[in-house]
């Protein structure tokens, strides 16, 4: 038994948002899967990949809210996630980060050249060029197909127990050993999307999981072998899952000898093509939750593909927060509106009274939100509880 390759990687973000218009509206990434968390319905997963949701293409996202605990990058996780692009495309994608301002490092490893960069919450990736994988056909965004990204070239794994890495990687997965020198071991796949794991023999420092750190990386295997990779490992002493029905793919995990978390998932059935790239994509609801379809839909926030011209943060973090949010956008677009089309003309009485009335609905808007700010703040009183600041210090409403 050997696995095939890398499979997918998933990893922990903050706004789900802001995580779509970096991978889809930067990076050109086709979303191929909105789902929930499938053991907490209150948690998107995205999963982003090439045009046909190959394995080896698929990087995935639990993007938490933004009051989630920060990770930090170390021993025991994979450091840096690495695409591969078509050779003669690298000058495109540093003209589109200056044009999106993402900085970026130029490095070299293994005699490979990699465009290094950082995601909005913390997930350092980088590009390298190949004439390996296959060519992705997704376009979206000026991402044409030429230079779109193909999947995974491999990833960077920090260890614990860089030894113990090295013989689980090569002995126990079966991969190859290809290149070593004094800081990387290349390992290698058959397979060509996602097909090296370059191990970094010295310590990174404690990791710690949390938003901007990568959670697991999983390995493809046979389907007929799911039970026997689980007998496999038991029998070397691992603690494993039972093997979980991720509906695309079967799964089970555990831990390697230097700390990473890793998943050996089924190769079939697959991701199901029936999922077509909307402005608003469709829900995927794992069958346990289906009962709470309502719930969920009433209380998470949407989610939109668009082009995009620049990143930004959004404020709300759910949909109730979003509908406040998206009506204030809509007022200010109206009142920019007037002004800019009273600096060329008069207007009439009656654009000059609705102006008036927006003019005092945004006013109102500001008051409401610095009133909910004032709600929210509580200060600990003499007794050690928790009193309400606008309670206390006897704030008016008006
Ligand atoms: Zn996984």
Known sequence: MKVTGIHHISTIVWHAQENIDFYAGVLGLKLIKKTLNFDDHQVYHLYFGNDDAQTGSAITFFPWPNTYKEGMVGDGQVGVTSYMIPVGSMDFWKDRFNNFGIKYNEITRFNDKFLQFVDPHGIKNELVETDFGPMNNFEFNGVTKDVAIKGFFGAVLYSSNVLGTKSFLLDDLKLKLVEENDLYI?????????????????????????????????????????????????????????????????????????????????????????SPYLEEPKLFMPPHFE?????????????????????????????????????????????????????????????????????????????????NNLNSLSVEDENGNYVNLKKKEGIKND
């Not at 799911?226 to 995990?253: A, L, M, Q």
């Not at 719930?295 to 406040?324: A, G, H, S, W």
């Open 291 to 371: 009962n709470l379809r309502s719930e969920v839909e009433t209380k998470l926030m949407p989610l939109f593909i668009r082009p995009i011209k620049e990143l930004r943060d959004y404020p709300y973090q759910n949909k109730e927060e979003y509908l406040i949010w998206k009506a204030h956008q809509e007022l200010l677009e109206k009142i920019n509106y007037y002004a800019r089309e009273s600096k060329v003309r008069k207007l009439s009485k009656e654009e000059l009274s609705d102006r008036e009335i927006l003019r005092k609905k945004y006013l109102k808007n500001i008051r409401g939100t610095l009133e």
């Open 186 to 274: 290349r390992f290698e796949s058959d397979q060509e999307l996602g097909r090296y794991v370059d191990l970094y023999k010295k310590s990174m420092g404690q990791s710690k999981m949390g938003a901007g750190s990568v959670h697991h990386i999983a390995f493809g295997v046979n389907e007929t072998e799911i039970e026997s990779w689980k007998t496999y490992f038991e029998e070397k002493g691992y603690h494993i899952t039972g093997v979980k029905d991720r509906k695309f793919f079967k799964s089970i995990y555990f831990r390697e000898p230097g700390g990473t978390i890793i998943e050996l998932a089924t190769n079939t059935p697959g991701f199901e093509q029936d």
